[in-house]
């Protein structure tokens, strides 16, 4: 029992990291029916941003904040400005490619321009160890599952309780009648990509500790957290927490119950009984497209 309940616990914060990402893909999806297929290397490109920042002596806060500037101007409006906006209009088909080439571009970019080799990154937590009835939890799962958790909710929040996430929700439910209203839609849609910008840099906070700074970083979380999107709701963003901590926690358990060699596939496998069984996720709601 106790090894089951060390197994949930490291799940649970692995899968919170899947969750912020996956909120990515909803609230980009929600707002302006964009599905970015770059959305691990949106992680991982700030965390080498904040390492080569701290290696210029610039201190751990400031890095942070400095990056967390860099990837609003950079993952927010440069790539809404530079990528989806003029391929918007062909539908998309065109910003699924194009995004799925920008995401090996910047994984080549980063292994070829800075390092091919795994960068330590410093922890947000203490290293300090509880044990309780004979399970053990560090402060990384802890903090990583809370931060991830409260960060979830008040992006949630955000878009539920305040007027401008409201704006967010009229122009993501329905564009010219959002502008008829007077809601500035170019601005609402990119507080979306901001947000998610902002979302991403946290992750990256979260999981690079861990696993380590490396080029290809993005690849698996970027998989994990589109599959995490889909099984949760790809239109709701309290699907993305539900997903993430789904596939975070059955991962660890078929790695340690089944084989490790499994550990990767599991999030796929979900994934597939989900979409065979309620296409909209589990917490999806049913939507009808005029095509």
Not at 268 to 277: A, G, N, S, T, Y
Request: charged letters at 10%.
């Amino acid at each position: 029992m106790s090894d089951f309940l060390q197994l949930l616990m490291s799940g649970l914060a692995t899968g919170s990291i899947y969750a912020l990402a996956a909120l990515g893909f909803t609230l980009l999806w929600q707002a302006s029916g964009t599905i970015n297929f770059a959305q691990g290397e949106f992680v991982m490109l700030p965390a080498f941003i904040m390492i080569v920042l701290m290696q210029m002596d610039v201190s751990f806060v400031a890095s942070v904040a400095l990056t967390c500037a860099l990837s609003v101007f950079l993952l927010g409006w440069l790539f809404k400005r530079g990528l989806v906006d003029p391929l918007f209009k062909y539908g998309m088909m065109p910003i699924v490619v194009a995004t799925i080439g920008l995401s090996i571009a910047m994984r080549n970019g980063v292994r070829a321009g800075y390092s091919a080799q795994p960068l330590n990154f410093p922890s947000l937590f203490p290293e300090n160890l509880y044990h309780i009835a004979g399970v053990t939890i560090s402060n990384s799962d802890i903090g990583t599952f809370v931060m991830a958790l409260v960060l979830v909710l008040l992006t949630q929040g955000f878009i539920t309780k305040t007027v401008t996430g409201r704006a967010m929700q009229a122009v993501a439910q329905n564009t010219e009648s959002a502008a008829v209203l007077g809601i500035n839609v170019p601005r609402m849609i990119f507080y979306t990509f901001a947000i998610n910008a902002l979302l991403a840099v946290a992750a990256a906070l979260l999981i690079t500790p861990t696993y380590l700074a490396k080029f290809d970083m993005g690849e698996s979380l970027g998989n994990k957290a589109f599959f995490a999107a889909i099984i949760g709701g790809f239109n709701n963003s309290n699907g993305a927490l539900l997903g993430g901590l789904l596939v975070g926690v059955c991962e660890n358990l078929a790695a340690a119950y089944i084989s490790p060699a499994y550990k990767d596939a599991v999030a796929l496998l979900i994934f597939m009984v989900v979409i065979l069984f309620k296409p909209q996720g589990l917490l999806g709601r049913k939507e009808e497209r005029k095509v």
